[in-house]
């Protein structure tokens, strides 16, 4: 009996949900999913597709996600040093200023943080 073409499509994206969940939240090896996808029924070639194409994935899911944090940890650090600057430029003839270092360390944080996930 032949499988339809949405029956086909389902199979396979069972395949790539299996095989997404044991690299993500079982954290196995790439080599270790693969031969899980093996001892499932799947040939060699089209483990290691599915085990390529979900890395891709991820990598690319995770350097999004990096670029995010780098431009809104450089927003809120580079926000915090503007209101400190302008508050200190307003008070210079005497009075109080604000040193927003919360928005500034927040912002370096994620700024590094990003930084050091796009790396990896």
Request: overall charge negative; proline content about 0%.
């Amino acid at each position: 009996m032949q499988m339809s073409e949405t029956e086909q499509q389902e199979v396979v994206n069972q395949i790539y949900d299996y095989a997404a969940n044991l690299l993500i939240n079982e954290n196995y090896t790439s080599y270790e999913a693969k031969e899980a996808l093996i001892e499932q029924g799947l040939d060699q070639e089209t483990a290691a597709i599915v085990i390529d194409k979900l890395e891709k994935d991820i990598g690319e899911v995770k350097q999004k996600g990096a670029n995010k944090d780098m431009i809104y940890g450089a927003l809120w650090c580079i926000g915090g040093i503007v209101v400190t600057a302008a508050s200190y430029s307003a008070a210079s003839g005497g009075g109080t200023y604000v040193v927003t270092w919360g928005a500034i360390l927040f912002g370096a944080v994620q700024f590094f943080k990003g930084l050091v996930n796009s790396a990896s």
